[in-house]
């Protein structure tokens, strides 16, 4: 399970966008799936003609990482200065998720030090899952969730 408490940032040829970094407003994480184990390749095939299986190389295929969260904003009151900050929020959001959507050369990096950790985790994503940004609670919150493709399974440290 991905450690939610600790600052993620993402870094894309169209800005920086840092997550539960303790700003006043701020991009707030609520779950991240596909950072535990890397998703496994299984090839296997049937015994032909008799019972049981079998099983070729395994091999470590490419992450799908799924981040959910809040914009949280705590700089002004509900209403439409509130407002206006979400939706500055979602454009910085998405112009920098688009930016590393368009072709196999413009990725990003998924940067984040884990709690308890001294060295930082780091890996190359492209922006695979649309950005959506419901409203919620009566329209008094408002989310967001996306996703990322890391082709390279395993994250490098720094």
């Known amino acids: 399970m991905a450690d939610i408490a600790c600052p993620y940032t993402i870094v894309t040829p169209?800005?920086?966008?840092?997550?539960?970094?303790g700003a006043t407003d701020q991009f707030y994480i609520q779950g991240i799936t596909g950072l535990g184990s890397a998703p496994v390749r299984a090839p296997i095939d049937d015994v032909p003609y008799g019972d049981g299986g079998i099983g070729?190389?395994?091999?470590?295929?490419?992450?799908?990482?799924?981040?959910?969260?809040?914009?949280?904003?705590?700089?002004?009151?509900?209403?439409?200065?509130?407002?206006?900050?979400?939706?500055?929020?979602?454009?910085?959001?998405?112009?920098?998720?688009?930016?590393?959507?368009?072709?196999?050369?413009?990725?990003?990096?998924?940067?984040?030090?884990?709690?308890?950790?001294?060295l930082y985790r780091v890996l190359g994503v492209r922006h695979d899952q649309p950005l959506e940004c419901p409203p919620d609670q009566n329209f008094t919150v408002r989310n967001f969730s996306f996703g990322l493709f890391a082709e390279n399974p395993d994250w490098s440290t720094i």
């Open 14 to 21: 169209a800005g920086t966008i840092n997550f539960t970094d």
């Open 56 to 118: 070729h190389n395994f091999w470590k295929g490419g992450r799908h990482i799924v981040i959910e969260g809040l914009f949280l904003v705590t700089s002004v009151d509900c209403g439409p200065e509130q407002v206006g900050i979400w939706n500055d929020m979602e454009d910085s959001l998405r112009i920098a998720l688009e930016s590393i959507a368009a072709t196999t050369t413009d990725t990003g990096t998924l940067v984040w030090l884990p709690q308890g950790q001294i």
